[in-house]
């Protein structure tokens, strides 16, 4: 089984310190077994929720944590924090894993990340998530020469369970483009380069619809 990274988004409940949140899954999770890497960022574009990029062996590993008598107590300490129930899922990220999200609050190579969810049918074939990653693969090299302030890294992968998008379930294809600041991606969506090349992904066979949302992650390792 692939190694994956495991997005799980919280919405937390207003006024919660969230680096409660962070402190307990860096020592509570990460010291498990199968357990990689855990990277986490507030969204930029609204703090109250936060994101963390958990890297894993496979999935049977975060499975196998998820299933120890440990982890209840855990959940329901989480579920204290939060609004609503976590959005989970993972993502087979190529490459692996996803240097582009190790953004060490700002300071790495990458010190923001745009992270991209296109959304397709629940029942999209091999073939047409293939097309779709051959065409977000066009638009990432065609941005490359011409986007000022792109960092050049970049990761993606379809997600290996059905997720929510407006009511319905779907598929998701979930890329990462690396930038220098939000200020130079904002600045990049306003040029004749961009508006020649996005149709690359809004033009994919199947697609329901998009959302992006841009972090700064701190990044702590076993």
């Keep these: 089984m692939p190694a994956v990274t495991e997005i799980a988004a ?44 958990i890297d894993w062996e496979d999935v049977s590993a975060h499975q196998a944590v998820m299933k120890s008598e440990a982890y209840g107590p855990f959940l329901e300490e989480m579920m204290q924090l939060v609004r609503a129930d976590p959005v989970v899922y993972h993502v087979p990220f190529e490459p692996f894993p996803a240097t582009v999200l190790n953004n060490e609050d700002g300071k790495g190579k990458t010190p923001i990340a745009e992270v991209l969810h296109a959304y397709f049918p629940a029942d999209i074939s091999m073939v047409q998530q293939q097309e779709a990653l051959i065409k977000v693969q066009q638009f990432i090299d065609e941005s490359k020469p011409v986007a000022q302030g792109f960092s050049g890294e970049t990761a993606h992968g379809f997600v290996l369970e059905e997720v929510d998008f407006k009511d319905e379930r779907c598929r998701a294809l979930v890329v990462v483009l690396g930038w220098e600041s939000l200020e130079a991606h904002k600045a990049y969506r306003e040029t004749e380069d961009f508006n020649r090349t996005i149709p690359l992904l809004r033009g994919m066979e199947g697609l329901k619809g998009m959302q992006v949302f841009h972090v700064s992650n701190h990044v702590v390792t076993r």
């Design 10 to 53: 919280l919405h937390l409940k207003p006024g919660t310190d969230w680096t409660i949140a962070t402190e307990k899954v860096t020592t509570r999770i990460l010291p498990k077994a199968g357990c990689l890497r855990v990277r986490y960022s507030q969204k930029i574009e609204d703090p109250e929720q936060v994101v963390f990029f």
